[in-house]
Each structure stands twice: as structure tokens, then as C-alpha cells.
């Protein structure tokens, strides 16, 4: 049963399948169909999208083309800003140098119109241009009023020279006699400046020179009979040109018929010097002229025992010579004997010839050997070398001795030479440090105020010098003089053991004279 219904079963299903697979087809269609209306709404939206999108696309690059004209002009107009930012900085640069180099021009032209100023002048514009100058220089931090303020110095130097080159009259002061100050009138004229009192009972040429009191010093000039104030009263008259300022009728007052050379002014310079010399100066300069005591008394000395020295040798050396031909003369046991060189000497040039160190070398010699030949009178066998050779060493000895005696003193020129300068600078530098340091405690720079201490401080070390360089000179010279004394003392002492072991030569030591020779290369 279970075949035949399996058969039925599949003959049911196959009379289905005509109409299951009818309508599997009319649904695929519907499906396909739908697909295909849902592609072409798709596709349409997409249409609609590109269009749209490409639309937006167009219109961004419109606006990037647009952007990127604007870009360009922007960076023109930056570069454009840039070339002239460059262009300022330079220029600003440019304005800055001529500033500074304007502003130390006119900072050098302030200092430089002070010193210009005639005395006469300082009572008119020097207070004005401190005043300028001091403002100008605590406004650093404003360039335009430091400018302003060096113009107005400017200024003033304009206006003193339109009146100074036509002739400037104004009422001030001056100083007279005695240094007094006296009220009048002034005139300038170019380079001469004249004066006359109120009271018309002086009047006379302005000097140059400074007071140190901000006015000037009047020269009064014998037999005017007051033209110079009718001049400045008036305006018209005659008065006596001077190019100088006064300088020519003050040298003239100070030397009015040349009594006073340029020597003399110079010595009174150091006079004028010395009243400034401080404590410590005084020291260093009192040390120095001891020095110079102590050396030129050692000097003068010198000079005279060298001079005695050298008569007594001159004249030694001629007795020497007719001596030398028989050296035999001195075996005499007298000692007076051989002090007169066997009696070819009498006392005057016996008190002259021994002041020569030859003859005190002579003497040496002459008692070793009278002292030797004594203890051999028996045998007679003359000197031995080791005698020549111990004779030698005692006039070596005497050598040695007369040198000390001749270069004795010499070390008192030496401590001149090496300690004069230092002792003058130690003064100078200890006068410049005082100077500087009471110009700090006061607290103002003034050239009268530091000169005199330093030309006073430096006194010392011409002091040190007066005493190194003369010092120099005599010590070279004494030294030179001595040393050839020693040279022709050792020439001397060569010539005598060569003659002593001629004429002395034992006859036990036939070698003496070679000891000699070898002692006279020694």
C-alpha cells in the first residue's frame, strides 16, 4: 500500500506543479517589474543628485577661482607692505644716525663754546649754555627735547658771534688791581676786549688768560688819558688793537726789557710747582737729595783718589822702568831700601808713588822675596817654584784687596741709579692718588683743580731722575777707570813673576821660570 500510495502522492504533486510554477512566474514578473520602476526612480534620483551636485561643484569653484584672485591680490598687497615697511626701517634708520651724529655735533659744539668763551664773555652766556647743556643731557630720554635744548646752545653761539663780529658793548665786571672786582663796561672787538671802570679811573685790555672766577683780568695801559673809555662810550675813537688778548702786554709787564729768559720763566715754573708739593712729595724729594748728597759726595771722593792713583802710577811705572833692568836691587835687607826702590827714589816721589796700587803689589812682592832670600842667606839658592808660585798667590791676594779698596763706595751710585726713579714715582703716584681722591670727595672736574696737584706729584719723579741720570754717567765712568786700574795691575803682577823667576831662579828648580809661565797663563 505504501508504494502505491508514494505513487499517488507524486502524481498529485505533479498535477500541482503546473500551477505552483504559473504563478512563482507572475510573481517574478511583478518583482522584476517593481525592481525595474525602483531602478529607473533610483537612477532619476541620481539624475537629480549629479545635476545638483555638479551645480554645487561649479559653484565651488567659482568661489575658489574668486578666492584665489583674492589670494594673489592679498599677498601683492603684502609684499607691497613689506617693501615699504623695509623702506620705513631703513629711512627710520637713516633719521636715527643723522640724529645721533647731530645730536654729538651739537653735544661737542656745547662743551667746545665753553672753553672758546672769553672771560669777558663767560658773565654773558655761560651760565645760559650750563643751563642748556645740563637740560639736554638729563633729557636723553626725550630725543626732541634734548635736540630743542642743544639748538638754543646753537643759538646763543650765533648770536655771540653776529655780535662779537660787530662789536659787542655791555655793562659787567672785571678784575683789577689786586684782584679785585670792578664794575664797567666792555667792549669786544673781535679778538681784543677792552675795559673802563664806571668811575672812568681805569680801564685797560681784557686778558685771555682764565681767572677761575668767570671774569676777566684787566691790563691797564699806561698814558691812555682815558681814550679806551671814550671809545666804548661813544662808539667811535681809536684803541689799541691787540690780535693776542693780552697775552703779549701781559709778557710784556712780566719781562718789560727782557730781564727774565725762557731758562728763568722755567726755573720759576718749578717754583710756582713746588708751593703745591704735598707732605708726601716733600718725603719722596727729601729722600732723593739725600741720595744725591750721599752719591756726589761718594763720587767726588772717587774722582779725587782715582786722580792721585793715577799720578802715583805714572810715576811708579818710570821708577818701575829704571828698576826693572836689575831687579837684584831690591835683595838689599834694608827695608827702606826697597821702599825706595834700592835709593833711586827720594821722599817727595816716595809719598807720591805710593798712592799707586802698583806699588802696593810691588811691595807685596818685594817683601816675599827679601823675606825669603833672609832665610837663605847660607845656601843662596835663590826662589824655589813653590816660592814663586806662594809669592803669586800673595800678590793676588793684594789684587784682590786693592780692588775692594778701589770700588769701595760704589754701591751707594748703584742704589742711586736703581732707587732714585722708584722713589720719585712712589711720590707721584702717592701725590695722584690724593689729588683724585680729594677731587672725588668735592665731587667736581676742574683743570685748576687737578694741574697744580699733578705737575706738583710729578715733581718726584724729576727729582728720582736728577738723581738716576747723573748717577748713571759718573758710575760708568769710575767704573771704567777702575777697571783698567785692575788690568794694569794684573799686567803688572804677570811682569813682575816673570822677572822675579828670572832673575831669582834656584838652582835646585831649574823650572822655576815654566812655574812662572804657567802661573802668568793661570
Request: aromatic fraction near 6%; hydrophobic fraction near 45%; include cysteine.
Amino acid at each position: 500500500m505504501t508504494p502505491r500510495f508514494s505513487i499517488a502522492a507524486l502524481i498529485g504533486i505533479a498535477s500541482l506543479i503546473p500551477a505552483f510554477a504559473a504563478s512563482t512566474v507572475e510573481s517574478a514578473r511583478d518583482s522584476i517589474k517593481k525592481a525595474a520602476e525602483e531602478l529607473q526612480s533610483t537612477q532619476k534620483e541620481y539624475s537629480d543628485l549629479r545635476l545638483g551636485l555638479y551645480r554645487e561643484v561649479n559653484k565651488l569653484d567659482d568661489e575658489v577661482l574668486a578666492l584665489s584672485k583674492e589670494l594673489r591680490t592679498l599677498e601683492r598687497d603684502e609684499e607691497l607692505r613689506t617693501s615699504k615697511i623695509r623702506s620705513l626701517e631703513r629711512e627710520v634708520e637713516t633719521r636715527k644716525a643723522d640724529f645721533t651724529y647731530a645730536s654729538g655735533v651739537l653735544n661737542q659744539y656745547a662743551k667746545a663754546i665753553v672753553t672758546r668763551l672769553h672771560p669777558a664773555e663767560a658773565q654773558l652766556y655761560k651760565q645760559a649754555i650750563e643751563g642748556h647743556d645740563q637740560k639736554a643731557t638729563a633729557s636723553t630720554d626725550d630725543p626732541k627735547t634734548e635736540v630743542s635744548e642743544r639748538f638754543e646752545i646753537l643759538e646763543l653761539g650765533l648770536k655771540r658771534l653776529a655780535e662779537v663780529a660787530g662789536g659787542h658793548r655791555f655793562e659787567g665786571k672785571a678784575l683789577g688791581r689786586g684782584g679785585q672786582a670792578i664794575a664797567g663796561t666792555l667792549l669786544l672787538a673781535g679778538p681784543s676786549v677792552f675795559f673802563a671802570s664806571t668811575d672812568k679811573s681805569f680801564e685797560g685790555v681784557a686778558s685771555a688768560a682764565d681767572t677761575g672766577a668767570n671774569l676777566p683780568a684787566i691790563v691797564p695801559l699806561a698814558e691812555t688819558n682815558g681814550t679806551i673809555g671814550k671809545a666804548i662810550e661813544s662808539g667811535e675813537g681809536n684803541v689799541p688793537f691787540d690780535a693776542t688778548n693780552g697775552r703779549a702786554i701781559e709778557q710784556a709787564l712780566k719781562n718789560p726789557e727782557g730781564s727774565h729768559s725762557g731758562a728763568m720763566e722755567h726755573v720759576a715754573l718749578f717754583g710756582d710747582i713746588a708751593k703745591n708739593m704735598m707732605f708726601d712729595g716733600w718725603i719722596a724729594i727729601g729722600i732723593c737729595i739725600l741720595m744725591i748728597t750721599v752719591g756726589w759726595t761718594v763720587a767726588a771722593r772717587k774722582f779725587i783718589y782715582l786722580n792721585s792713583i793715577q799720578k802715583g802710577t805714572q810715576e811708579f811705572l818710570r821708577q818701575w822702568n829704571l828698576l826693572s833692568s836689575d831687579l837684584t836691587a831690591i835683595d838689599h835687607a834694608d827695608a827702606g831700601s826697597v821702599k825706595s826702590f834700592g835709593g833711586n827714589a827720594d821722599p817727595a816721589t816716595q809719598a807720591l808713588v805710593q798712592k799707586s796700587p802698583l806699588y802696593q803689589i810691588y811691595h807685596i812682592g818685594s817683601e816675599e822675596i827679601r823675606h825669603r832670600l833672609e832665610q837663605d842667606r847660607i845656601h843662596k839658592k835663590g826662589l824655589s817654584g813653590r816660592s814663586i808660585q806662594a809669592i803669586r798667590a800673595a800678590l793676588d791676594a793684594g789684587l784682590v784687596r786693592v780692588n775692594h779698596k778701589l770700588t769701595d763706595g760704589l754701591i751707594y751710585l748703584t742704589i742711586s741709579i736703581a732707587g732714585g726713579p722708584y722713589v720719585g714715582l712712589l711720590g707721584t703716584v702717592v701725590g695722584v692718588m690724593i689729588t683724585f681722591a680729594i677731587i672725588s670727595k668735592v665731587g667736581e672736574v676742574d683743570v685748576n683743580a687737578i694741574a697744580p696737584g699733578i705737575a706738583s706729584a710729578l715733581l718726584a719723579t724729576v727729582a728720582g731722575l736728577i738723581v738716576a741720570i747723573p748717577a748713571l754717567f759718573v758710575y760708568s765712568y769710575l767704573n771704567s777707570r777702575i777697571k783698567n786700574i785692575v788690568g794694569e795691575m794684573q799686567v803688572f803682577i804677570d811682569e813682575f813673576v816673570a822677572k822675579m823667576a828670572e832673575f831669582y831662579q834656584g838652582s835646585d828648580n831649574p823650572n822655576a821660570a815654566a812655574i812662572a809661565a804657567a802661573g802668568e797663563k793661570h
